[in-house]
């Protein structure tokens, strides 16, 4: 039996200090924060999209920063297993709109609540509102950890201290802190997972306005496509966010520290620019006699109709029937090209993970051991992996704190 510490009571380290203690080794969890799984609360808005119950190379796909670091941790405990594990210790699942999984009931406090029944199940000693200061390592091999008036010896630590987003559940960096100290490479921190700010000040006008069902594309300096995808965005007083966007700041983000990004939004998909076109004709010759600002109110949400018509530099005005083809050509290609410059992303705070951490390269990938401090374990978001949302940041968190836990016993 081996004393073991787990630093971290998040989603890994609940994990890891589970999975350690399965092993009859003794597991203490030290939590500064005054209660477990604080970011795991809010996570799926408060339902925690715990998993996503997609097949294994689909998840593999959404592993958007280092997912072959991912392949032994995850083939080891995939989403499969992380289901059966919380069915097994009590909880009920439910499946919905793109394989997310959630809990039955909704609340992620009952995520919550049967992973602190089974660490007390397992006697996991968990010491909460404790603050580490540093971590003991003496030659080379990771023995301990100090607290303000206490030191605890122990044969191995594990590093489950999140990133740096959303920083008031306790994430603040400070295993990251510890692991540089150490000797490990830190990948730089950026937010992932984050709504982006726009320059056009109109999209204030726009604030709540939430789009279903568009294409979002982004461009970088030299025309080079770097995402597209279709589904649901938003519009803020600070520029854009919802679903599709919040999924590409996890691809643009490190470009976009170098450049402004060009974003366009396809409004009408699901036609081609001919049938567009056919469109707008119907609606141009139905109100022929109309203001051009009052014929297009059909073909958009109410707070969007003076938008576009501003945008499309056609006066707002003028009759339908002194519409030039030249003119509606140019508002069909507006309706499938909206633009948008993205000048940056809101900050940790809106965050919903970090992307960065530490280096894949110091750490075993079966067992989530460091390569540079013997018996020093890493799991979670302070490792330089990432992946959209839908469950698939959580998974990782699952799969990489049992491997930790379960690394400790491996020879």
Not at 37 to 47: L, M
């Amino acid at each position: 039996m081996k004393k073991v510490i787990v630093i971290g009571g998040g989603a890994a380290g609940m994990m890891a200090a589970i999975a350690a203690a399965n092993n009859g080794n003794k597991v203490i969890l030290v939590e500064k924060n005054e209660k477990l799984g604080k970011k795991v609360y809010i996570t799926g808005k408060g339902r925690c999209n715990l998993t996503n119950s997609c097949d294994i190379e689909e998840l593999f796909k959404n592993i958007v920063h280092n997912g072959k670091f991912m392949y032994s941790s995850i083939y080891a405990f995939d989403n499969a297993a992380t289901i059966d594990f919380f069915e097994n210790i009590g909880l009920k699942v439910k499946y919905e709109r793109g394989n997310r999984v959630f809990p039955e009931s909704d609340h992620s406090s009952d995520v919550i609540k049967v992973l602190q029944n089974e660490l007390h199940r397992r006697n996991v000693e968990i010491r909460l509102n404790t603050e580490v200061k540093s971590l003991i390592i003496e030659d080379g091999v990771a023995c301990g950890i100090r607290l303000k008036n206490e030191e605890i010896k122990s044969d191995a630590v594990i590093l489950a201290t999140g990133g740096v987003s959303y920083s008031s559940t306790g994430s603040t960096g400070d295993g990251i802190k510890w692991a540089e100290s150490t000797g490990h490479t830190i990948k730089s921190l950026v937010p992932s997972l984050v709504p982006f700010e726009t320059e056009e000040i109109f999209v204030a006008d726009l604030m709540g306005l939430s789009l279903k069902n568009v294409e979002a594309s982004i461009y970088d300096s030299k025309n080079k496509l770097l995402y597209k995808d279709f589904g649901e965005m938003l519009f803020t007083h600070f520029g854009v966010s919802g679903p599709i966007i919040i999924s590409a700041s996890a691809v643009v983000n490190e470009r976009l520290e170098k450049e402004k990004l060009k974003l366009y939004i396809d409004l009408k998909p699901a036609m081609s620019y001919e049938e567009l076109d056919r469109r707008v004709l119907r609606e141009f010759d139905i109100y022929k006699t109309k203001q051009f600002k009052n014929a297009v109110t059909a073909l958009f949400p109410g707070k969007l109709t003076p938008v576009m018509v501003a945008l499309s530099g056609i006066d707002p005005d003028i009759k339908v029937c002194e519409i030039t083809a030249a003119m509606r050509n140019e508002f069909v290609s507006l309706i499938k090209k909206m633009p948008l410059t993205i000048k940056g992303m809101r900050g940790f705070d809106e965050a919903i993970v970090t992307r960065g951490g530490v280096s894949i390269k110091d750490i075993n990938p079966k067992t989530m051991e460091s390569k540079i401090i013997k018996n020093l374990y890493f799991a979670g978001e302070m490792i330089d992996v990432d992946a959209y949302t839908g469950g698939f940041n959580l998974q990782i968190a699952w799969s990489t704190g049992m491997a930790a836990g379960k690394g400790i016993d491996e020879v």
